[in-house]
């Protein structure tokens, strides 16, 4: 990141601290984000009022670290997927510990980035839409420095973004990679003979420059070892037979391209198997979800699990909330609900308990989540089980990307409370 970049990300500290911040101490409003920082307030005891959203800097810290060695131990280039957070200082932090760029799945998206800074930026999704092509190519013309890479996926997509391109003064083509999908899947050509017509669309455009393929391994219907190692070989197949074919001439890198958080394993094997190329090859993996982790769907995807010899990732993220009601036996709601917390891919699940009556944290056994209202969870309690209006009740959360983008400003705390900082996310 240059000067400006930097510049950016301090302006966000001075930021007022307002209404539009959900969790956040009332006390502190009209203050500014950097002055509430300073304060180091504690997350339970400083004045944050529930539900409140907070991150672990250790957890952070630790798997930055972890990605970051196992990306560089097998080969791999990285641009984290962007979508998850949405946040210019995590991207930073990213950045620091050796990405090589940041992940964008919406041109939208992309504005974020070149807001604050960010240089390379791979675009997972062919763009069609003529106002979005007409800022990308201005930006890429303004800046030599900055590198975009983006999707193509058909011949009429090539079509399209070509007339875009040539109605804005495109001065610049920009560099596109061809999608290979899968049958029943999401985006991306099926078959290779579907990926030379696109190839030879590019080709036969002034505002477009074929450097590389890619594609997203996790949606493969029925995706397992086998069928995500077998997709991964067409791919980097797709590649050696693009470049056979002289497809890349002139190219200055060769870009090869796959990885989400499920089956970045497979990706490194495969992609190691690559053959030498007429050009150097980057091999960029792009998981998202790696950054705070989860305590539901990545627990139970992440490739670590297969090989915990490389590491481990730990769950950055709780979400705090009181009991408001004990109505019956056995039932418990919480100040939480559908707009504060994901649901998409599994429920919140009760791991700790502070009792509001004092004493230490415990462990929230014989409680479970059953369902969710708007702004409340519905918890079902075993027999025995000690919970009381007031206490607080730490959940962990299932899928980073719908956690992040239901809150603007969210504390970062360490192990004791204590909140460090603030993180800002622009959805």
């Not at 990308?136 to 399209?160: H, K, M, N, Q, W």
Request: glycine share 10%; charged share 25%.
């Amino acid at each position: 990141m240059n000067a400006d970049a930097h510049a950016a990300l301090a302006r966000l500290a001075d930021e007022v601290v307002d209404h539009r911040f959900r969790g956040l101490p009332p006390d502190a409003e009209g203050t500014t984000v950097g002055a509430l920082a300073a304060e180091r307030r504690s997350l339970f005891t400083g004045g944050f009022s529930t539900p409140v959203l907070a991150l672990s800097r250790e957890a952070l810290d630790h798997n930055l670290a972890v990605m970051e060695r196992y990306s560089a131990g097998h080969g791999l280039a990285f641009a984290p997927h962007g979508k998850t957070s949405m946040a210019p200082q995590l991207f930073r932090r990213q950045l620091d510990h050796g990405a090589w760029g940041i992940t964008a799945a919406t041109p939208a998206q992309v504005r974020v980035y070149r807001a604050f800074g960010i240089r390379h930026v791979f675009l997972a999704n062919e763009v069609v839409d003529a106002p979005a092509l007409r800022w990308l190519a201005a930006e890429t013309a303004a800046d030599p420095d900055f590198r975009l890479i983006l999707y193509v996926d058909s011949v009429r997509g090539v079509e399209l973004m070509d007339a875009a391109l040539r109605a804005a003064g495109a001065t610049r083509p920009l560099d596109v990679v061809v999608e290979l999908g899968a049958e029943g899947g999401r985006t991306g050509v099926r078959t290779e003979a579907e990926a030379e017509r696109v190839a030879d669309a590019v080709a036969g455009t002034p505002t477009l420059r074929l450097v590389g393929v890619a594609g997203y391994e996790a949606e493969i219907p029925g995706a397992d070892g086998e069928l995500v190692r077998a997709w991964l070989r067409r791919l980097t197949g797709l590649a050696v037979a693009f470049d056979k074919a002289g497809r890349f001439a002139g190219v200055e890198e060769i870009v090869v391209s796959a990885g989400g958080s499920s089956w970045f394993d497979a990706v490194a094997e495969v992609f190691a198997e690559v053959p030498a190329l007429s050009g150097p090859v980057l091999k960029l993996l792009r998981s998202g979800a790696y950054l705070t982790h989860d305590d539901g769907q990545y627990r139970r995807k992440t490739p670590f699990n297969r090989h915990p010899d490389e590491g481990e990732l730990r769950p950055a993220f709780r979400l705090w909330a009181q009991v408001v009601s004990r109505p019956e036996p056995g039932r418990a709601y919480l100040n939480a609900g559908k707009r504060d917390v994901p649901y998409d891919l599994g429920l919140p699940e009760p791991q700790v308990v502070r009792p509001m009556r004092g004493g230490e944290p415990r462990p929230a056994d014989g409680m479970r989540v059953t369902g969710l209202a708007d702004q409340h969870a519905f918890v079902e309690l075993a027999d025995g089980t000690e919970l009381e209006v007031g206490d607080w009740v730490g959940l962990g959360l299932s899928h980073p990307c719908t956690t992040f983008d239901k809150w603007q400003l969210i504390p970062v705390a360490d192990a004791d409370g204590t909140v460090t900082e603030y993180v800002r996310t622009f959805f």
